[in-house]
């Protein structure tokens, strides 16, 4: 079994400020694409290269002082699909309905040191926190949302018995979730697809902490997650 907790942790990057941001946007009304399309492409070309995996082997070794391989990421996207404050650079033109944020998912259980063994220690929040931090700061990114997947120290059974309901989102592909809180923890769960597992969702957490209930239910009604499979 692995002694990772978390199975795999997506980063959701927020639109890039300063120059970045005109860059890109210049990019996108030059070829008369999207500013989603063009950030998307972008964030991508970072983290495909050599450079970019060489970036995230460096910051996850500096954050625990010795050398450490991730091996493998996934770059996705999470559609928003109604307006937002800070999706307003995403929208370009009139057209422009949805805004597709550039993901990032990365496996801790595939991280080993560079003779290629297992980790002794587990990769925690707080570390893809302090990592991320440093590459936001780096890129000029508005933002960046972090949320991972249990590797299976929360049982499901648990969460669905002992966990509070407190609101249902609709997903991308059209089904609904529902939000459960537990131990502190909010998790989301698709029940019409059984699609993934339990996530946690930093974001919405302090949200949720923060807020009244009838501005937790429209903040969740308004966001559609593309989740993956």
């Known amino acids: 079994m692995s002694i990772q907790i978390y199975s795999d942790i997506t980063f959701v990057?927020?639109?890039?400020?300063?120059?970045?941001?005109?860059?890109?946007?210049?990019?996108?009304?030059?070829?008369?694409?999207?500013?989603?399309?063009?950030?998307?492409d972008n964030v991508e070309g970072i983290f495909v290269s050599i450079k970019g995996e060489r970036l995230l082997d460096d910051l996850f070794s500096l954050c625990f002082r010795k050398k450490i391989k991730i091996n493998r990421i996934y770059p996705t996207y999470q559609i928003r699909a109604n307006p937002d404050d800070r999706l307003k650079k995403f929208h370009l033109r009139p057209e422009d309905r949805f805004a597709e944020l550039p993901a990032l998912i990365i496996y801790p259980p595939e991280f080993t040191t560079v003779a290629g063994s297992e980790l002794s220690f587990p990769i925690q929040f707080e570390d893809a926190q302090f990592v991320i931090e440093a590459i936001r700061e780096a890129f000029c990114f508005d933002w960046v949302n972090i949320f991972g997947a249990y590797e299976g120290a929360i049982d499901f059974e648990d969460v669905l018995s002992e966990g509070e309901k407190v609101e249902f989102i609709e997903t991308a592909n059209g089904s609904w979730a529902s939000a459960y809180k537990y131990r502190?923890?909010?998790?989301?769960?698709?029940?019409?697809?059984?699609?993934?597992?339990?996530?946690?969702?930093?974001?919405?957490?302090?949200?949720?902490?923060e807020i009244s209930d009838h501005i937790q239910n429209d903040r969740l009604n308004r966001v559609s997650y593309h989740l993956k499979n």
């Open 13 to 40: 990057f927020g639109p890039p400020n300063g120059d970045r941001y005109e860059t890109i946007k210049s990019h996108a009304l030059r070829n008369g694409t999207s500013f989603s399309k063009a950030f998307r």
């Open 184 to 209: 502190g923890s909010y998790f989301y769960f698709d029940e019409v697809q059984n699609l993934g597992p339990f996530t946690q969702y930093s974001d919405v957490q302090a949200k949720f902490d």
